[in-house]
């Protein structure tokens, strides 16, 4: 890539030591992260998408890099998640696995997060969005009608505004500050993952209820906002969320906190809701993307991206605000609603033609759209191919912000800066993932190793969704796709990954 040095660009690339700022205290760049949820490698504009609109991403590629080897470390939510924010493996911790609503927080306090690292630095910190790593104390023993503890004000974020798990599961409220947001006295809340309470009706006896979207596998308890969910729940009220204003009410908030702001560093976590289930866009994105309302909620989510660049160009901090857009795993179509995601696919391919999707082992799960741009830092429209890892956040922001990372053996995570701004000399030698049910997959710029670990072949619960779990070691050349398994003939290879794999388990982190 062209990279046109500019004083600020060299002294960033140049001069970058592990523990030393970028900038002095005023120059410190923002930091925007955009985390999108279920969104495919193929699912955007800029990455291939054929028809679906999505012109802010688009521009917010045009000024920054897109990165084509850029993953996160699970084909899930929470695991990807938690090694976002904390620098390790969620293989390496017992319980990271997709969090329930009543899941208790799932990452120890004791531990250094992301949002530690920037606290540290002297910036404001505010997550925004879906949380889906637990909250309080006890797993199914949160009383939400008072303040929850721990929350993400314990792991370093100022502020927040976030779902408890995902937009699919009970309770269907957003929790400020600890409290549910709009709490109504009038209705108290209760929340269950075994029993249904009395008198309350379910998806699987009253679909009858279920007006806005029918169930198609799954998400048959609870019905909220005429939505079957999972798990079960009584009360809310007024507090309870529709899901067509979800993006509305979360970028609102992103905007507030970007503007109240603008005038120290600050680091925004904004978690987005969109392209998971239930997908029910605000009624004026319906019909879009003549997809159905998949494409009608990526249309949603690029319209929340530009509204946080829009805040961010009004308030005059654009150029010095480092925004990384990326996804917490690839695409599903039918992930257990009747919205026709699949039928009304067209051309558009969410993997981009990637094999297997959520869930799954395959490129599919994991390798997910990643565009980085900072106007000051970064020459405009590049494209890199360094393999990237989000098990990288941390240490890479800790470089960035000038604070120490906490010590290697309790991280994987390594300061990628020099990468994650779009240097091709600078790349991860492998990536790690992990597919639903554990499987691990090692990547080189050259090889895919899957790891030998039995498994049905397909999800075997409803989206139609090759899982890459075989028996026999799989390697695949990555000049192409993973349709050829090459293991039988390079068994050196093979050897040499199993190897560097073991070597990882083996690691001591604790
Ligand atoms: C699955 C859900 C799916 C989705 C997923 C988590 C069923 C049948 N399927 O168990 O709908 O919620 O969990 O997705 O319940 S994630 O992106 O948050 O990891
Ligand atoms: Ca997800």
Redesign the pocket.
Known sequence: MNIEKTAFFSLAFMSLLPSQAVADETEKPNVLLIYA??LGYGDVGCYGAPTVPTPNIDSLRRQGVLFTNAYATAS???PSRYSLLTGVYAWRREGTD?AAGDAAMIINHQNTTVADVFKKSGYRTAVFGKW?LGLGAVTGKQNWNERVSPSPADLGFDEHYIMAA?A??VPCVFIEDGVVAGYDSTAPIEVSYKTNFAGEPTGRENPELLYNLKSS???NMSIVNGIGR?GYMKGGGSALWKDENIADSITARAVDFIRSNADEPFFVYFAANDV??PRFPHPRFRGTSGMGLRGDAIVQFDWSVGRLVAALRECGILDNTLIILTS??GPVTD??YADRADELLGSHKPTGGLRGG?YSAFEGGARVPFIVSWPAVVPCGGECGSLVSQVDFLPTMAALVGVEAPADSFIDGKNALAAWLGDENSSREYVITQASNHTLTLRTAMWKYIEPKGGPAMVP??PQIETGYSLEPQLYDMRGYEYNNVAGSFPAVVNEMKQLMQAEKDKKTE
Do not use: E, F, L
Request: no cysteine; hydrophobic share 15%; aromatic share 4%.
């Open positions: 949820d279920d899930t939510s929470t997709v889906h995902t699919d599961r596998h799954g998400h999972i998971h289930v917490d795993n992930d257990g959520k619960w409803g």
